[in-house]
């Protein structure tokens, strides 16, 4: 079985409730939970005791977690011990891993992974990343922010080609933090924040891939970074909801 949910932020109850609704739905080894960006599994760095502590209370979550990269928190990389590795099953491709954290893994930018929905097979794309509106509040408090935390050009360029190649199979779903700009939810802004001021090239990307899809072939999105909950029939916002992957009714119950 394959789950999904929003924005975690390393946040323990909600690392715990997660916990609790694998328990109750019966999830284990071979089942997923899609996080859908700002996980916070990778906030702190490697030799942070934060980290650990975050790291540890999710490895004790009894399913698989299938993170994307959000906009606050770092890059999975070599020098904070994970390695690249083919996985297969419910969800198939090439991820992140730390073996230390044999429950936690992490989504490419720029990978189709195959995910079964409902005993069917789709072609996910996935590409994290977001603009932080807080990121001056944050600078000028000492938090962590990251230069990186958009999908640079060789990343949308490659999701671009594969978008656009007739000889690649078509993408069922696209899995991203942010969201295509005809999308984003401007009841959910933060009031205060001048948004003239706010980067939305990412959101202007996926706008222009979502164009390039005719209408009776364009992928289902889910995304989540706006901390809201929104079904619609082209797209899914997650916050705190977990739904199973592939339906976009609410099973958080």
């Known amino acids: ?93 090439k991820v992140w891993h730390d073996s230390h954290y044999p429950n936690q893994y992490f989504a490419i930018d720029g990978e189709v992974y195959q995910i079964l929905a409902d005993r069917e097979i789709l072609n996910c794309l996935v590409c994290g990343g977001a603009y932080s509106v807080d990121k001056y509040y944050r600078l000028e408090r000492g938090w962590n922010w990251w230069p990186d935390e958009q999908p640079n050009e060789k990343t949308k360029k490659k999701i671009w080609n594969i978008t656009h190649d007739p000889q690649i199979d078509d993408i069922d779903v696209m899995l991203t933090h942010t969201c295509p700009f005809r999308f984003i939810p401007t009841e959910l802004f933060i009031g205060g924040i001048d948004q003239s001021t706010v980067d939305q090239s990412t959101e202007i990307f996926f706008d222009n891939i979502y164009e390039c899809y005719p209408n009776d072939c364009k992928p289902f999105w889910y995304f989540g970074h706006f901390h809201g909950n929104k079904y619609t029939d082209d797209y899914v916002m997650l916050f705190d909801d977990i739904i199973k992957f592939g339906d976009k009714v609410n099973t958080n119950e």
């Open 1 to 93: 079985m394959v789950y999904i949910t929003g924005d975690i932020h390393g946040d323990f109850n909600r690392l715990l409730e997660l916990n609790k609704f694998c328990i109750k739905h019966n999830l284990g080894k071979n089942d997923w939970i899609i996080c859908l960006g700002d996980v916070g599994l990778n906030y702190y760095g490697k030799d942070n005791i934060n980290e650990w502590r975050v790291k540890t209370i999710a490895a004790d979550i009894p399913a698989n977690l299938f993170c994307i990269h959000g906009n606050h928190e770092r890059r999975p990389s070599r020098k904070d011990g994970y390695r690249t590795k083919e996985i297969s099953g419910d969800i198939c491709g």
